[in-house]
């Protein structure tokens, strides 16, 4: 019996407990409504029916931690000296995604396989970083219509 009850776990649930004071203010109003996972990726399916596939690398090397943006921020001033330093030494050389936890109503948690955790990823986060063709053609017309 615990068997089972342990094979539960790890699993990701997107269903959320409402909202206690009825519809917040959402400055993004997506969110995912399912999401897959295999060795490699994760594809999340968002409210609006768009997919956004996501490498695993990819999200690692994207992690939002204050940690790894230093990291990025030293291999950027640095050349490209600092850019191994982001993965701790040992850590496999594709990047593992452990788990997926909500945190809050709007942002997830990474759990990677080497340990490294402290990665939240906001929803509005995410989905910007979809690099599926209409997304970067979108991204290019933004910024068009700012210069
Ligand atoms: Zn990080
Ligand atoms: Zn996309």
Excluded at 49 to 60: N, P, Q, T
Aim: aromatic share 6%; hydrophobic share 35%; with cysteine.
């Amino acid at each position: 019996m615990d068997e089972e009850r342990r094979r539960g776990e790890g699993e990701t649930t997107l269903r959320r407990t409402a909202p206690a004071g009825g519809t917040p203010a959402a400055r993004f109003d997506l969110e995912p409504v399912d999401m897959e996972r295999d060795d490699s990726s994760m594809t999340i399916v968002w409210s609006d029916g768009h997919r956004s596939a996501h490498d695993y690398d990819d999200l690692r090397r994207a992690c939002p931690c204050a940690t790894c943006r230093h990291e990025r921020e030293q291999s950027v001033a640095g050349g490209s000296r600092g850019l191994l330093r982001v993965l701790p030494a040992g850590a496999p050389a594709k990047a593992v995604l452990r788990d997926v936890r909500w945190v809050g109503r709007y942002a997830f948690r990474l759990e990677w396989a080497d340990g490294h955790d402290t990665g939240i990823y906001s929803l509005e986060y995410l989905r910007a970083l979809c690099g599926c063709p209409a997304c970067s053609a979108g991204r290019a017309a933004e910024d068009v219509l700012r210069s």
